[in-house]
């Protein structure tokens, strides 16, 4: 069996910090041979229209944080976003409240559901001093997902 990465390569409009879109890429994992397999035995594929979008704000990448400080974002989806999660890659989680306010959301999406409280936040999870990657997950009420990761240093 062939393994490949899976992921979504998402595009962030410098501007404005907004999700601009995300496409899926398969690329075949190192030493791995190419993929004679027929089409129909591949993934399903999924809609990337169907995804939430959203953005964690803060931290920026690489920036420098305690465990605890405060992190937050916003995320949107057209049938509403049933919950954000977050874990670090130690496992560490945290709980994530939604429901916010965030500036310019509404004005830029008047169409989505709770785009008036598209708002969430949550501490850093208790991390010892070092590099971590912290991953975002937005899930969609009708089941779409999307992931975020954001790389960070504790002080």
């Given amino acids: 069996m062939t393994s490949h990465?899976?992921?979504?390569?998402?595009?962030l409009g410098t501007a404005a910090l907004l999700l601009s879109g995300c496409r899926k890429s398969e690329t075949p994992a190192a030493g791995a041979a190419p993929s004679s397999a027929p089409a129909s035995a591949a993934a399903p594929?999924?809609?990337?229209a169907k995804l939430p979008m959203g953005v964690l704000h803060v931290p920026k990448?690489?920036?420098?944080?305690?465990?605890g400080s405060w992190a937050f974002g916003w995320a949107l989806d057209d049938s509403g976003i049933?919950?954000?999660?977050v874990v670090s890659e130690t496992g560490e989680t945290g709980p994530v409240a939604t429901g916010?306010?965030?500036?310019?959301?509404?004005q830029t999406y008047p169409g989505y559901p709770d785009a008036?409280?598209?708002?969430f936040g949550f501490g850093i999870p208790?991390?010892?001093?070092g590099p971590h990657v912290l991953t975002v997950t937005?899930?969609?009420k009708d089941g779409g997902r999307l992931e975020i990761q954001r790389h960070i240093q504790v002080k």
């Fill in 5 to 11: 990465w899976k992921t979504w390569v998402c595009g």
């Fill in 45 to 48: 594929a999924v809609d990337a």
């Fill in 61 to 67: 990448e690489g920036e420098t944080v305690a465990s």
């Fill in 82 to 85: 049933a919950q954000v999660t």
């Fill in 100 to 106: 916010q306010n965030f500036p310019g959301v509404l």
């Fill in 116 to 119: 008036d409280k598209a708002g």
């Fill in 126 to 129: 208790k991390l010892p001093p």
């Fill in 138 to 140: 937005f899930i969609a």
